[in-house]
């Protein structure tokens, strides 16, 4: 079946302006990831939802950083005010359940670069 | 795609020798642990999970050994192909929480 799916693949985005990332989970996924991966190192956990209740928003940087997930299944990452620091891959993972532990299933990501 | 591992280790080997990765996790109290694979411009990709109550796990090809006393995992590869060339991370998480904290990565290159 289709895998996680993230839209666009690429953005470039001037500094200041803001930009909307999608996700779209494997269908019938109650969880929901995102994280922020720096080139040439490990994906960072950015927040989590649980169908459509955001459990976990502790690995936002700034509250530049918003998501939600309305229906319980596409997800939008927003950032206001883009800035150069913000330039990374971010990934989407979405997962079966919640407690026990579930693989997660990681989207292609998206590569945001702020010039 | 970009390059995922510009600056990470890099471990190499020789096709058909048996590779074996390393990872120091942080959190004493996690009780899951996963190996990932990511090739350049894709997201990570599952290879294999072992739980706190173990201390080895084997899959296809590999096998997980996990030593808390030291808080060390390692990854092991038999049999190294081409399509194993890419970077590797280990991640850790605490079972109700389910978020991953991943660890900083190894490059692998395997030469034929």
């Known amino acids: 079946g289709a895998g996680v799916s993230q839209s666009p693949r690429y953005k470039v985005a001037k500094r200041g302006q803001d930009v909307a990332l999608r996700c779209d989970p494997i269908?019938?996924?109650?969880?929901l990831f995102w994280y922020q991966q720096a080139l040439g190192q490990g994906p960072e956990f950015l927040t989590y939802?649980?169908?459509?209740?955001?459990?976990?928003k502790s690995g936002l940087p700034s509250d530049r950083f918003f998501a939600e997930r309305p229906e319980g299944s596409v997800s939008t990452l927003k950032i206001q005010r883009t800035q150069q620091e913000d330039s990374a891959v971010y990934l989407c993972?979405?997962?079966?359940?919640?407690?026990?532990?579930?693989?997660?299933?990681f989207g292609p990501g998206t590569r945001l670069t702020v010039t | 795609g970009e390059s995922v591992g510009l600056h990470l280790p890099t471990l190499s080997v020789q096709e058909g020798d048996n590779s074996i990765i390393n990872c120091a996790y942080s959190?004493?109290?996690?009780?899951?642990f996963i190996w990932y694979k990511q090739e350049s411009g894709k997201g990570p990709q599952f290879i294999i999970d072992?739980?706190?109550?173990?201390d080895k796990r084997q899959g296809q090809r590999v096998t997980v050994l996990l030593n808390k006393t030291v808080k060390h995992l390692s990854l092991q590869i038999a049999a190294t192909q081409p399509g194993d060339s890419a970077v590797y991370f280990c991640a850790e998480s605490l079972r109700v929480v389910n978020k991953l904290t991943f660890g900083g990565g190894t490059r692998v290159l395997v030469k034929p």
């Open positions: 993972a979405s997962s079966l359940g919640q407690g026990a532990p579930y693989e997660q299933y």
């Open positions: 959190n004493s109290a996690s009780d899951y």
């Open positions: 072992i739980r706190s109550n173990m």
């Open positions: 939802f649980q169908n459509e209740a955001q459990l976990d």
């Open positions: 269908s019938g996924h109650v969880s």
